[in-house]
């Protein structure tokens, strides 16, 4: 059983990502739709200067320059007037051929953003599809587990999640205040029941867990193991320090955080609330420090 756990977090923690790359894409096409609505603006600001140097070139052209030659007192006069004309119109083609570049290039970005909205709505339409079955699949594991004696309900979860430790009896001491807020914040949640999905305040699924506790120190992290992952820098096993993220099982779908002495906070799995278990616990694959 503790395999199906596994795969059960598995699908979910991929739903998580696809619901957070699709936020981002949309983010990204709503950014390029006001980028073209900026760049649209521009041109129509521009509008009456298009229309002034139609109409010099093709009926006002002559008349501007007979009307600098006869308001000349000087040839000299008369050339550098002829030149001011010949400057403001070449800077308005100027301005107007950066714009309509810029609308162009605004108008690309968006038609890019659209399509990669779309496909982002796609992935998750598809691993919704999953998760259709996924609910199934985890009214039928729970009726399973529930079916298991104490002792085997004990042997799937530590199989999965690790032993279960016993908490530091003081606060952890972290190396910033941020860094201890996580901590302090995480561990506050002991106890709470996992449930696939969920990100708080009373029950948790392991990226949800983490979510929460940097939030509570002011950073924004998206709900998803694999999407944490890649963020911060990267941290060696010997290097961990407490708040740091540590990841397991490849690709990513399990993540916990750090409390020192070889120990971790974490939404382990269904049947087992958050808990304080080893950061060696089978799967181990990599770890990120997010703050001092």
Known sequence: MATATHDLEVVTEQLNDARETLAQQQAAADAAGQAVAGAQAQLAALDAQMRQIARSAFTGENLSRFNALMSSGSADEFLAQVTTLDAIAG?????????????????????????????????????TARQDALTADIADYQQQFQALSVVQQEEVVEEH???????????????SDAAQVVIDTAMAQRGDPYVWGAGGPD?????????????????SLPHSSLAQSRMGTAVARADLQPGDLVFFYSPVSHVGIYIGNGQMVHASTFGSPVLV??????????ARRLVG
């Open 277 to 286: 278990t080893s950061v060696d616990m089978s799967g181990y694959v990599s």
């Open 91 to 127: 800077h308005t083609n100027d301005v107007l051929a950066e714009v309509t570049a810029a609308a162009q290039a605004a108008e690309q970005a968006k038609a890019d953003a659209d399509a990669a909205a779309a496909a982002a709505q796609q992935t998750l339409a598809d691993v």
């Open 203 to 219: 029950a948790f699924d392991c990226s949800g867990l983490t979510q929460y506790a940097y939030a509570a120190a002011g950073i």
């Open 161 to 175: 999640a690790g032993p279960v430790l016993e908490a530091p009896a003081v606060a952890v001491s972290a190396s």
